[in-house]
């Protein structure tokens, strides 16, 4: 009997054996897949054994079931440093293309400024000259032109952000209905297998949750993951609650009726439609309010012929979305005080001060005013780079954690390879072992003397 036994002991050292060398054999498949955790055979011994008079005597190995290496604190770390570092990238992103738009300082509305006030100032000098009155129009239009095109570059930026936030609401509805789906299979199989890949496909669907609306997600005890943002449910078993996107109010909706505070991308597309780029284009016009309400004030006050006064420059109700220079004709120009003489160029002068002279009710120049928008966009749009930057190395070190606990290592799956064909080779000498035993004991019983 204890012959016996012992090649049912060698047997279930082959099973598990075999067992190894096939999970090694998926790791080592699955080395460069996406998402992939590194999956072990858990062994155990036999709980019941062979009673001697000396004694018990184990019967083998059991196979208990084949493991995730997942540890669930990087998981958090990750996912955390996920949403965090995909907003800050968003925002960078956003914040140093409205920079760009301003195209300075060589072809910004800092440089028209400068060329305005120059050309005035040559006017003021030579006031009959079809020339200089004509580059003043020149200028007027380039500045008008630079305005509306920075104007119409962050309409862009902003229509940009709206399209990329539909379409990260879209993919977060598609991976909620997917993590939802996952649930259900997970809490199928699990009586039956241990749903290892199921599970991974399901960790990477939570990665970029995460990333994107910065969910954060909770096991539960059959298997399932209850998925929330901001406090509210989005997905729970096999249920998943989609949101959507309200470009009116710049809110993200959810199906009881309260607004999503998310985090991630998203929470940066929002943050930079209803706060950052509403803020400067508020600034920006007020400039443009500034700009237009002085031209027009300082020109009204000249006269271009006997009794005929200067006109508006700019039509007065104009924003920096629709500012339109409205005199066109250089001959128009009231380049002269009042009354009108012909060589005289005070009026140009006088707006040519306006480089200098601070704007009525506010204390800085149009010059001074322009500068601290600029400074201000360029601060912004660096420091969100930097934080970017600073938090991308923090992330890599968090993945790179992660990686070197849930990822797989050639080499290590070498030697375990090696390892588990050794055991397998042991169990089978122990039962060719056992086997000659048994020839020697069935063939040679009673040839004693023979």
């Known amino acids: 009997m204890a012959d016996f036994l012992s090649l049912h002991t060698a047997l279930s050292g082959i099973l598990a054996a075999r067992a190894g060398v096939e999970t090694t054999s998926h790791n080592v498949a699955n080395a460069h897949s996406t998402g992939y955790t590194r999956q072990r055979v858990t062994q155990l011994s036999r709980e019941y054994g062979h009673q001697t008079s000396y004694g018990t005597i184990g019967t083998g190995t059991t196979i208990d079931g084949i ?128 749903p290892n890949d199921l599970y991974d496909r399901r ?136 009354p009108f003489a012909t060589h005289d160029g005070g009026n140009a002068a006088s707006l040519a001060a306006l480089r200098e002279e601070p704007v009525p009710g506010d204390g800085r120049t149009l010059d001074q005013i322009w500068r601290e928008i600029v400074t201000d966009i360029g601060v912004s749009a660096r420091t969100a780079l930097d934080a970017a930057s600073a938090q991308a190395g923090l992330q890599s070190a968090a993945e790179l954690a992660r990686m070197g606990a849930h990822g797989v290592s050639i080499d290590e799956e070498m030697v375990a390879l090696i390892e588990y064909q050794h055991a397998y080779q042991a169990s089978a000498r122990v039962m060719t072992a056992v086997d000659e035993l048994l020839d020697q004991l069935i063939t040679r019983t009673g040839l004693v003397g023979r």
């Open 67 to 194: 493991s995730r290496a997942r540890n669930e604190f990087l998981d958090m770390r990750v996912r955390a440093g996920l949403g965090l570092a995909a907003g800050l990238d968003v925002r960078a992103s956003l914040l140093g293309r409205v920079e760009e738009a301003l195209a300075e300082p060589e072809l910004g509305i800092g440089a028209a400024l400068a060329d305005t006030w120059n050309a005035f100032e040559e006017l003021s000098l030579s006031p009959t000259d079809p020339a200089a009155r004509r580059n003043v129009i020149a200028t007027l239009q380039a500045l008008t032109t630079r305005i509306n095109t920075v104007a119409e570059s962050w309409n862009r930026v902003a229509s940009d952000a709206q399209v990329s936030i539909q379409q990260d609401i879209g993919e977060v509805n598609r991976l909620l209905q997917e993590v939802a789906g996952l649930n259900e299979a997970i809490r199928r199989s699990s009586g039956l297998a241990t």
């Open 203 to 338: 960790d990477l669907a939570l990665d970029r949750l995460a990333a994107l609306i910065g969910a954060t997600s909770r096991e539960m005890e059959d298997g399932t993951v209850k998925v929330s943002v901001g406090g509210l449910t989005l997905v729970q078993g096999d249920r998943a609650s989609e949101i959507s996107w309200n470009a009116d109010d710049l809110t993200i909706g959810h199906v009881s009726g309260v607004d999503v505070q998310p985090g991630g991308a998203i929470a940066e597309y929002q943050r930079f439609l209803a706060e950052d780029l509403a803020a400067r284009q508020a600034t920006f016009d007020q400039f443009v309010t500034h700009l237009v309400e002085t031209l027009n004030s300082r020109h009204n006050a000249g006269t271009y012929g006997p009794g005929q006064s200067g006109a508006d420059l700019f039509d007065p109700a104009a924003t920096a979305f629709t500012l339109t220079l409205l005199v066109t004709d250089p001959y128009e120009l009231a380049a002269s005080g009042d």
